[in-house]
Structure formats: C-alpha cells, structure tokens
C-alpha cells in the first residue's frame, strides 16, 4: 500500500505565505513525476504544479511567480512554496504522485487533501 500525507495548509491573509508538504510511504520501489492540484468550490480540480525525478518543473499560468515546487526524493517528499497568496489561491489542496510499487506499470496516487484558505 502507498499513502501520500499533506500538510501545511491553513488560513493566512492575501499577500501572505505558506508551505504545503506531501510525503509518500508504503512499498515505493520508484516515484517519477509528483505535483500539486487544487480544487476551489464548485470548480473542477486543476493542475498547479508539477515537478520529474529530475527537478523539471511546470506551473499553471495563475501561479507562475508566486509558487514554487521541490522536492526530497531521499525523502519521497514534495513541497509547494507559496508565496504572494490571493484570495483566489483558496481551495483544497491535493498531493499527486506517480509510483511504482515494483510492477510493470506505475500508478497514479492522491493525497487526501489540504485546505488553504486566504482571506482579503
């Protein structure tokens, strides 16, 4: 079994900042890519960011400038640095990861969420 845990959401006031984190555990023989969604109420879920095994990153044009991905992969662990938060960053936040557990094909995993709310 693989489990991806988030934290680091929370309420913070526009213009502000906070760190997501995303640690994976369970029977990992590898992680390729590992990113960050989003899903605000009544939207549907959307790419943030994503970041390879090999520290190449992509960022949704809303976000470009203000946050920032890394990752541990000792750690298994992926970060999303937020910096210059707007009202409209609020939504939950979801840990993505690509795994493989020692099979022939990797598989998508999701976290369970984190919210981060920004007030104006």
């Known amino acids: 079994q693989v489990q991806l845990v988030e934290s680091g959401g929370g309420l913070v006031q526009a213009g502000g900042s906070l760190r997501l984190s995303c640690a994976a555990s369970?029977?990992?023989?590898?992680?390729?890519?590992m990113g960050w969604y989003r899903q605000a109420p009544g939207k549907q879920r959307e790419l943030v960011s994503t970041?390879?095994?090999?520290?190449?990153?992509n960022y949704a044009d809303s976000v470009k400038g203000r946050f920032t991905i890394s990752r541990d992969n000792a750690k298994n662990t992926v970060y999303l640095q937020m910096d210059s938060l707007k009202p409209e960053d609020t939504a939950v936040y979801y840990c993505?990861?690509?795994?493989?557990?020692?099979?022939?094909?990797?598989?998508?995993?999701w976290g369970q969420g984190t919210q981060v709310t920004v007030s104006s």
């Open positions: 970041i390879t095994r090999g520290g190449s990153t």
């Open positions: 369970g029977s990992i023989f590898s992680i390729n890519t």
């Open positions: 993505n990861a690509r795994i493989n557990t020692g099979q022939v094909i990797s598989y998508n995993y």
